[in-house]
């Protein structure tokens, strides 16, 4: 039943791209969404352009979208059959390996565009030739395009189009926050636990140790693992619910496309993953950063000779502690809550620094997608 649904869906696609031939988004999950979202409203308001956006998840709040510009199309289990014949002028994703397993580029002329979904930097997180094989990147900021364009020298690979966009999740996220009614500040503050997905992340060295110190503390615990980390560790996020769900305040979340706990909470605790960054540039809050393994994807990293944004900065944004020295932690977040949140001037010097076109990146990204299907059909027009 389902591959017949997708059939249909495939049938539908490739009948809409006919006329709709500017840009399709792909996402893999429900949570990339708020990734495009700022470039593809700006493209809306500013266009005529007709948005195909084809999802790999049935939950993908995106289903509520329809309209005259904007179209969903299911396809998931059969999209390696599909990527080959895509043939509109752009294909926008936040997929990285694109052609080093199943989903391989489109056989056509398509203007395969990469856009991030975090601030970290490429070549230390990712894996080795990780966006190798895109036309376009949408950089978040200075780090990007210095890490790409040595890539390219040491690799001797062929230049690719680097554009200063920015981060509008991350400018997303502040406005949220900020629009926060006072009675949602003022509930019983929360501390999130948020860890990356990598091998010797803090579900796997020291979340005991750090959950036995704060659940007696008068906090909320939110531990939110990571997407990947739930597809692929199952049974350890079930032994995390059945020896801690007993604790009133314990709460497990599963649904990451969901930012409520990152806005309600009052602290982070995290270890390499993005959204420590997120967290501190984003709403200007603090980050208790686990010093765990560094989350290495791609082994020769250092040929770049450029420190990643992520080792760079941790020292600034947040406080670093050794997953040994957790058992003071209790102490470490009580100093924190005491004394306030973090140092908002500096955390808004460090991103202004950092990311590219604050305010504006999903205008500047819906500016290179309309410009560059305006270029390749005279017949398009842009709204007064």
């Known amino acids: 039943m389902g591959l017949f649904r997708e059939i249909k869906y495939i049938i539908k696609y490739f009948s809409a791209a006919k006329s709709a031939t500017d840009v399709t988004f792909y996402s893999?999950?429900?949570?990339?969404?708020?990734?495009?979202?700022?470039?593809?409203?700006?493209?809306?308001?500013?266009?005529?352009?007709?948005?195909?956006?084809?999802?790999?998840?049935?939950?993908?709040?995106?289903?509520?979208?329809?309209?005259?510009?904007?179209?969903?199309?299911?396809?998931?289990?059969?999209?390696?059959?599909?990527?080959?014949?895509?043939?509109?002028?752009?294909l926008v994703l936040t997929m990285a390996d694109l052609d080093h397993h199943h989903i391989k580029r489109s056989t056509n002329q398509v203007n395969h565009i990469y856009m991030f979904h975090a601030i970290n930097s490429v070549h230390m997180t990712y894996n080795e030739g990780a966006i190798d094989h895109y036309d376009t990147i949408f950089c978040v900021g200075p780090h990007h395009e210095a890490e790409i364009r040595k890539t390219e020298e040491v690799?001797?690979?062929?230049?690719?189009?680097?554009i200063q966009v920015g981060y509008s999740w991350l400018e997303e996220l502040e406005t949220q926050y900020l629009e926060r009614s006072p009675s949602e500040i003022h509930d019983r503050k929360k501390i999130l636990i948020a860890p990356s997905w990598n091998?010797?992340?803090?579900?796997?060295?020291?979340?005991?140790?750090?959950?036995?110190?704060?659940?007696?503390?008068?906090?909320?615990?939110?531990?939110?693992?990571?997407?990947?980390?739930i597809k692929r560790q199952g049974l350890a996020i079930k032994q995390l619910r059945d020896k801690y769900s007993h604790h009133s305040n314990f709460i497990l979340e599963t649904n990451s496309a969901s930012s409520e706990s990152v806005q309600g909470s009052s602290l982070l605790i995290t270890d390499w993953s993005g959204i420590g960054i997120e967290y501190a540039w984003g709403m200007g809050k603090p980050v208790i950063y686990i010093d765990t393994?560094?989350?290495?994807?791609?082994?020769?990293?250092?040929?770049?000779?450029?420190?990643?944004?992520?080792?760079?900065?941790?020292?600034i944004i947040g406080k670093v502690i050794a997953p040994l020295e957790c058992s003071g932690i209790d102490r470490e977040i009580q100093d924190i809550m005491n004394n306030g949140e973090a140092n908002k001037a500096i955390l808004q010097y460090e991103r202004n620094d950092n990311i590219f076109n604050w305010g504006r990146s999903g205008e500047v990204g819906a500016d290179y997608i309309i410009n560059y299907c305006l270029e390749n059909n005279s017949s398009r027009k842009l709204k007064d």
């Not at 199309?73 to 509109?88: A, C, M």
């Not at 036995?212 to 693992?225: E, F, G, N, Q, S």
């Not at 989350?295 to 250092?302: C, L, Q, R, V």
């Open 28 to 90: 893999e999950g429900g949570i990339y969404y708020q990734y495009f979202k700022g470039t593809i409203e700006a493209i809306i308001k500013k266009s005529d352009i007709k948005i195909l956006y084809i999802t790999s998840d049935i939950q993908d709040p995106v289903w509520k979208l329809q309209g005259n510009q904007f179209e969903s199309f299911y396809i998931n289990k059969l999209l390696p059959f599909v990527f080959p014949f895509i043939n509109t002028k752009t």
């Open 293 to 315: 393994p560094k989350k290495i994807h791609n082994s020769e990293y250092e040929k770049l000779n450029i420190v990643p944004l992520e080792v760079r900065i941790r020292n």
């Open 199 to 229: 091998e010797d992340n803090i579900l796997e060295t020291c979340i005991d140790t750090i959950l036995d110190k704060i659940m007696v503390l008068d906090y909320d615990v939110i531990v939110r693992p990571h997407p990947e980390y």
């Open 155 to 162: 690799y001797q690979l062929e230049p690719k189009r680097l």
